[in-house]
């Protein structure tokens, strides 16, 4: 049963990490940027690129939406 748990830790989903991820990907993006209505689209497709990028890099087997 221990080995269950162990290979479970190693393959489970880590939420906390991939919050880290976003949470700098959204930093990096927006960083001291003032709010402009025209730039959101940008902003949102260079966020959602740059977080799947990262976290496709993890190598885990998970599916990203």
């Known amino acids: ?3 269950y748990h ?3 830790d190693e393959v489970g989903f880590n939420a906390e990490e ?7 990907c959204v930093d990096g993006v927006l960083g001291g940027e003032d709010y402009n209505h025209n730039n ?3 902003w ?3 966020i959602v690129e740059q977080s799947l990028t990262h976290l ?3 190598g885990k087997a998970y599916k990203y939406i």
């Open 1 to 3: 049963m221990e080995e």
């Open 6 to 8: 162990r290979h479970c």
């Open 18 to 24: 991939a919050h880290n991820i976003v949470k700098e």
């Open 40 to 42: 959101i689209n940008q």
């Open 44 to 46: 949102t497709a260079s």
């Open 56 to 58: 496709v890099k993890l």
